[in-house]
């Protein structure tokens, strides 16, 4: 009878129970307006109410018997049982994943472990308060209570914070205030800028007529170059719009163009290429990821494969579930099947506690595999049946659990060539390739390699020292011409390399020598070779002696010969001895 489970811990407490007082009992906890859950002393869950049900999406008729972590998806739970350890717990928020619909819920919880008259443990009670929206009404009021006090107590602090520089001018384009960026980027002091002409301070003429409002209701955008002491440009955009405050004054924006920036218009979920061939590879994840088809993607090792799997998550249907990825490659024989389909307690030694495998993880989701090919050949016939039948079972266990994710494969092989070599399956193959996606390799785009250069310099895990790194063109030309055997993952290590060097303006002899000495790949560019490059000019030293040389000692008209600055100049010296 339903009541059954409380049989047990209310007799251990109160004696003897009736029939009617279980029935009793049983009215009252289901009527609770929270949750209610009865664990024995080896965690196993002895009953759950009805709200509780509700709440977490475990079945009464299914979660007896299991370990709690195992009915309740809570991860606090799952690395550390408090009420086991502490005994007694008091408003504890926990997060809560429902076991249907994986809904996140925040619950406020209070346990008690209940003990018989000899102090043994009977069972561990937990009652808990969905205040999910209590939370997100919290998490909101105090987001608007700090946006408040940063209005009032610490505007320049934002404004000194923002990337781009900010100023407010008069109809006329003088400056009545300006942020310390905007300072910064015009190199003047706020007591210089203010009531100066902002276009002026720019070095440029006003580009529209006199009698024209400085900001149309729909506002304005420039173009601007900014120049340094030294002469360097910096491409930007000034933003000017009217806004109804003090007057109605117009609020300049000037932001500098950087190569994260220009590279974001040419950036598909993190594809950043300006090439036909990635251009169609877009197109076809923008249409694939719209159907529920396996995919199989086929590239170069470095060339990008699991950027594209996240792509066409990200466009699918799919793209609010989890994504998950396994690579094949790094598990041996039944190891993979239990990456896969997860364990029950006890299915092999070091098997202590059941464990959900990614097919299950992933949930409605979207599984990568990476390195597909490296799946045993034994074990491919099991994972093709899975695909089949849309369902599997864990290892050691028996029940079949519902197969939802997608499947999206990668290799680094050609995959035919691999069933034609009788090392994988022609069924499985044709399974898992039913939208096959290409990825070119670097030494095919190399038009690319100029943008990819900017935005992983401007990357901060990439250039942790966040230095302003420049390449000469004879650099440049080089990196076009390399053959990028480890393709984009090769070139962001090989930026990340040259961000370490010494100078900030990186030439072509100061590239790594599997660069320098290789010859040019195929259908690439030639790479032009630098203009002081002769037998009797082969170091660094070498050709700042020659330029100092024809420049007569001229330091300044020996850093333009070498096509850099002063500053740099110098350090060169100083480092190579020159005097």
Not at 93 to 100: D, F, L
Not at 267 to 284: Q, T, Y
Request: hydrophobic share 40%; with cysteine; aromatic share 6%.
């Amino acid at each position: 009878m339903p009541s059954a489970p409380l049989a047990g811990p209310l007799a251990s407490v109160v004696g003897e129970v009736t029939e009617e007082q279980l029935r009793f009992w049983q009215s009252v906890v289901d009527t609770m307006n929270g949750g209610l859950m009865l664990v024995d002393a080896d965690r196993r869950v002895i009953y759950l109410n009805r709200k509780a049900e509700e709440l977490t999406g475990a079945r009464v008729g299914e979660a007896p018997g299991a370990l709690c972590t195992d009915a309740i998806n809570c991860p606090q739970c799952s690395c550390r049982c408090r009420l086991f350890e502490e005994g007694d717990l008091e408003g504890v928020e926990v997060t809560i994943y429902h076991a249907a619909t994986r809904r996140q819920r925040t619950l406020l919880k209070n346990a008690r472990l209940l003990r018989d008259a000899d102090g043994k443990i009977v069972c561990g009670i937990e009652t808990f308060q969905d205040i999910s929206g209590e939370v997100a009404e919290r998490t909101e009021a105090k987001r608007t209570m700090q946006l408040l006090f940063a209005e009032k107590n610490e505007k320049e602090a934002l404004l000194a914070a923002l990337p781009e520089g900010v100023c407010a001018l008069d109809e006329a384009g003088r400056v009545l205030r300006l942020s310390p960026r905007m300072a910064e980027l015009l190199d003047l002091s706020p007591a210089a800028a203010i009531g100066s002409d902002l276009f002026e301070l720019l070095g440029i003429a006003r580009p529209w007529a006199a009698g024209e409002p400085l900001a149309p209701p729909e506002g304005r955008c420039l173009g601007v170059t900014l120049r340094d002491v030294e002469g360097a440009s910096t491409p930007a955009v000034l933003s000017l719009r009217a806004v109804p405050y003090r007057d109605d004054e117009v609020v300049g924006i000037l932001r500098v163009v950087s190569p994260t920036s220009t590279s974001a218009r040419r950036s598909f979920h993190g594809i950043l290429s300006e090439a036909p061939s990635m251009a169609a590879l877009v197109r076809l994840v923008e249409s694939a990821g719209a159907s529920d088809s396996p995919i199989l993607i086929e590239g170069e090792s470095g060339t990008g494969k699991e950027l594209v799997a996240r792509a066409i998550h990200a466009v699918s249907a799919r793209r609010e579930e989890p994504f998950h990825a396994v690579n094949c490659a790094t598990f041996q024989g039944s190891l993979l099947l239990s990456e896969l389909f997860g364990h029950e307690r006890g299915a092999f030694t070091g098997a202590y506690r059941t464990a959900r495998g990614k097919l299950e993880l992933a949930g409605a989701g979207t599984l990568f595999l990476d390195e597909v090919s490296q799946i045993p050949l034994h074990y491919q016939g099991v994972l093709l049946r899975v695909l089949e039948e849309r369902s599997f079972e864990r290892v050691g266990g028996s029940q079949r659990i519902p197969l939802h994710a997608r499947i999206v494969s990668a290799t680094n092989e050609r995959l035919a060539e691999a069933v034609r070599a009788g090392r994988f399956r022609e069924d499985l193959f044709y399974r898992l390739r039913v939208v096959p996606i290409w990825v070119p390799p670097l030494r095919e785009r190399a038009c690319d390699i100029d943008l990819l250069v900017d935005y992983f310099i401007a990357h901060p895990a990439v250039n942790l020292k966040k230095k302003p790194l420049r390449l000469t063109e004879a650099a440049r030309q080089r990196l076009r011409a390399h053959a990028w055997p480890g393709n984009v993952r090769e070139l962001r290590n090989l930026v990340e390399f040259l961000c370490f060097l010494p100078d900030e303006l990186v030439d072509v002899t100061e590239l790594p020598a599997d660069v320098l000495t290789e010859h040019p790949a195929a259908g690439a560019p030639a790479a032009q070779a630098p203009p002081s490059a002769s037998p009797e000019l082969d170091s660094p030293r070498a050709r700042l002696v020659a330029a100092l040389e024809r420049a007569g000692g001229a330091r300044t008209e020996a850093a333009r010969l070498l096509g850099i600055d002063r500053t740099t100049l110098w350090r060169r010296m100083r480092r190579l001895g020159v005097r």
